[in-house]
């Protein structure tokens, strides 16, 4: 029986000895996830800033086509073209704040999930 425990020790020592460094690792390893998806979370803001640019510009040429309706056909067909565009990308803004939103609330409560873990005051 003598031999068990000892034996049981020694299997407990090994355990608490490597934990550390498994415990150091998989705090690095998501210490780059999250880094990574920073990087993500800052291309889409990005992509977000260029696409309310956009917006705004077609905003501008469907209002300016609207003015126009009323003199011709062909001015009546651009003015709902440029209607059909805006809308399309204000619905794509939409969607890209949407996820955006999304990834930042996730990636918020992942990195409040590694202080807890990895970060030691």
């Known amino acids: 029986m003598k031999p068990m425990i000892s034996s049981l020790g020694v299997l407990g020592a090994v ?24 990087v993500t979370a800052q291309e889409m803001a990005d992509a977000r800033l260029t696409l309310v640019d956009e917006v705004e510009a077609a905003g501008d040429a469907w209002e300016n086509a ?9 001015q009546a067909a651009e003015a709902d073209a440029t209607k059909v565009a805006y809308d399309t990308l204000k619905a794509d803004l939409l969607e890209k704040e949407s996820s955006l939103q999304g990834l930042v ?16 005051n």
């Not at 355990?15 to 920073?38: D, G, H, I, M, W």
């Not at 609207?66 to 062909?74: G, I, K, V, Y």
């Not at 996730?106 to 202080?115: C, G, I, K, Q, T």
């Open 15 to 38: 355990f608490l000895v490597t934990a550390p460094a498994a415990s150091a690792l998989t705090c690095s390893q998501q210490a780059a996830q999250l880094q990574e998806r920073q």
């Open 66 to 74: 609207e003015a126009l309706r009323n003199f011709s056909a062909e």
């Open 105 to 120: 609330v996730s990636l918020n409560d992942e990195v409040a999930a590694y202080n807890r873990k990895c970060v030691r």
